[in-house]
């Protein structure tokens, strides 16, 4: 297959089209003589009504967001896939015939807190009993951790929904991804931990409630695995795509990914299964000019009680034994937490 125009598909959120138009845009700095085209696709997380909270693992688990481009790609009908890889199962049953070419460098991969204006500019601050609204077991589990006085809404719908949602004063407070709310220029990129940013608003939302963020410092908030990551998928077929996609790897970024679903597969959870899991590349004890280790922080909420695992590795060490380590992990974890079978 050889044509100068490239199509690229992901979901057709806005969220999903920022995505996808910053991978093209790092594609054509370095394929400048093709031409590409964005194709969005309607997959089944997403052909649902949002106001009615479906449970994700009743609509297919998180595959209901990548199987219906999985099939475009294998029919011929898009050259390049963009998803989140944090929406790709670690256990994924759906990738035959279908390769992970790349993952760019990772973004933010922090959570972040949203209140309405100077009201909150950390999760302390929320008054007694406040309502916040997210829909993410992790997010749920460890947010009853640090404050079990608060009271979880589940909120689904894209991050626009979510936003007016809180704006109209349906909850008091949400937690986002930042990576999220920075592709879609709402929250600046280099915005300090616990330092909230009045977000931007766009065009034709500007007599909605100036709403704040705040950044969650990761080490207090474990963010999700591979949050803030992208995955570029193409058909195995495809050896043009292929050469495409893979000059956008990120190869630090693709080893915490595959380091962090290890630890997905050692727990053996679902999309249900409350756990943050991150992996970062960190500078040595003797400082910046020390060769850099492998910091991975994980933990589950068990049956009784939220379980905690952290491993310093080397960095220099295969991929082998990275993910033999990070399984490990996640079989401590189901272990420590009381999972069974």
């Known amino acids: 297959m050889n044509t100068d125009t490239i199509t690229v598909a992901a979901r057709a959120s806005r969220l999903a089209r920022a995505q996808a138009a910053e991978v093209i845009r790092k594609l054509r700095s370095t394929a400048p003589d093709k031409n590409f085209r964005f194709i969005p696709a309607h997959t089944r997380g997403d052909q649902k009504n949002e106001s009615d909270n479906i449970p994700l693992k009743t609509l297919g688990g998180k595959g209901a967001f990548t199987d219906t481009i999985n099939t475009a790609l294998r029919n011929g009908h898009c050259r390049l896939a963009v998803h989140s890889l944090k929406d790709i199962p670690a256990a994924d049953t759906d990738n035959t015939g279908i390769i992970l070419a790349a993952t760019p460098a990772r973004a933010d991969p ?187 922080d994980a933990w589950f909420q068990g049956a009784d009680d939220l379980v905690r695992e952290t491993r310093t590795l080397k960095a220099d060490a295969d991929l082998a034994a990275h993910l033999e380590a990070a399984f490990g992990v996640g079989e401590i974890l189901r272990r420590r937490g009381g999972l069974v079978g």
């Open 110 to 296: 922090r959570d972040t807190l949203v209140c309405r204006a100077d009201t909150a500019a950390s999760l302390k601050d929320l008054a007694p009993g406040a309502a916040v609204g997210t829909s993410s077991p992790r997010r749920a589990a460890w947010l009853q951790h640090l404050r079990p006085d608060l009271q979880i809404t589940a909120t689904r719908g894209n991050v626009t929904t979510r936003l007016r949602r809180l704006a109209a004063g349906k909850m008091d407070a949400l937690i986002l991804a930042a990576a999220g709310l920075q592709r879609l220029d709402r929250l600046p990129p280099d915005t300090p931990d616990g330092e909230p940013r009045r977000l931007a608003v766009p065009e034709g939302e500007e007599s909605l409630a100036p709403l704040d963020a705040s950044p969650l410092p990761p080490a207090e908030f474990l963010p999700a695995a591979c949050q803030g990551t992208l995955a570029v998928c193409v058909a195995a077929a495809d050896s043009e795509a292929l050469a495409l996609a893979q000059t956008l790897q990120d190869d630090q970024t693709r080893r915490c990914a595959e380091i962090e679903r290890a630890v997905l597969l050692g727990l053996g959870g679902d999309c249900d299964t409350p756990c943050g899991v991150f992996a970062r590349f960190t500078a040595g004890p003797a400082g910046p000019a020390a060769p850099p280790s492998l910091a991975l």
